[in-house]
C-alpha cells in the first residue's frame, strides 16, 4: 500500500484498528523513534503545499503548519535521543 494511506501498522481487534505508535512499517521496513515524526511531517507538508496550490482556503496552511510541527517535534526527538547516547 503506499505510504501515504497507510503510516502507522496497525493491529486489527474486533472492528477496532489499533495504531502501534511503537513503530512505522512502509514496505516491510521498519521505522523507529524519531524518523517516523521526521517522515509524517514532510508527507503532511507536501500534502499541505499541494492543497494549498490547487484549492482556495486554509486547509492546505494548516496542514503545512501540522507536517512543521510533527518535523520540529521530530528533531527535536533527534536531538535528545543523541544527548542520551552521549
Known sequence: MPAFIVLFDGAKKGNQELINTDHLKIHGMEIK?????????IIIIALGVVLSNS?????GTVLIAVGGLLFIVGMDRKRKDGQQEK
Not at 523513534?33 to 511531517?41: P, S
Not at 484549492?55 to 486547509?59: D, K, P, Q, Y
Open 55 to 59: 484549492m482556495e482556503g486554509s486547509l
Open 33 to 41: 523513534g524519531y524518523k517516523k515524526f521526521i517522515l509524517a511531517g
